[in-house]
């Protein structure tokens, strides 16, 4: 059984995630929060897998409640749900810890198979997509006469040359397969040098690998 807190503040909001957990086989809504700092409490009391976490909502915001959620050092996970266009801080909130995110106009089934993957430790969001997200997130901050300058991350130096090839594919937002063919290499070979590339950088799934990579320089938002 798959366990789940709705942290919205909006009722109605919940009220449509609740029903589709409870008709879903596996799934259980353990509780509601209404706020981030509401959210942090049950989440400490109830232990559930996961925490799928509005990020806009009044007093603690989902940003912080997915950072003190993660800080906390336990099993739960967080999915962030987002307008992605108007919502800039989904970018934080992946950066605080969060398993992936979601849009809000998300199918019913695209929200079931969100909730298992960061359950698991997968990441949700395609490579694409958290590409896009990233890039948008650069766009705003950056000035387009001062390019991001790379920044010296003593990890990267742990990285063997092939590693180092894999991490800067990974924040192009390429696939494993789009590794594999690019780099001549098998998939199960891919999967294992990310696999390898995540234990060294300290990454807790692909999206966190991307913002090291796209932090340290090694790739830089499209125009």
Request: charge should be neutral; charged fraction near 25%; aromatic fraction near 4%.
């Amino acid at each position: 059984m798959t366990t789940v807190l709705i942290a919205d503040d909006q009722p109605l909001q919940r009220l449509g995630f609740r029903m589709l957990l409870q008709g879903t086989p596996g799934m259980e809504c353990v509780g509601e929060a209404g706020h981030g700092a509401e959210a942090v409490r049950i989440a400490a009391d109830l232990r559930p897998d996961v925490v799928l976490m509005d990020v806009r909502m009044p007093g603690m915001d989902g940003i912080e409640a997915t950072r003190r959620i993660v800080a906390a050092g336990g099993r739960t996970r967080v999915l962030i749900l987002t307008t992605f266009d108007l919502d800039e801080y989904a970018y934080e909130g992946l950066r605080a810890g969060a398993g992936g995110f979601l849009l809000k106009d998300a199918r019913p089934e695209e929200v079931v198979a969100g909730i298992l993957a960061v359950a698991t430790g997968d990441a949700v969001v395609a490579p694409r997509l958290t590409r896009r997200l990233l890039d948008a997130h650069a766009h705003r901050v950056l000035s387009p006469a001062t390019p991001a300058k790379p920044h010296p991350d003593p990890r990267l130096r742990t990285l063997s040359e092939r590693e180092h090839e894999v991490l800067v594919a990974i924040g192009k937002g390429w696939t494993n397969a789009e590794i594999a063919e690019r780099l001549v290499l098998t998939e199960s070979t891919v999967k294992k040098h990310v696999g390898r590339v995540l234990a060294k950088i300290g990454a807790r799934d692909r999206i966190q690998a991307v913002i090291t990579a796209y932090d340290a320089g090694l790739v830089r938002p499209r125009s």
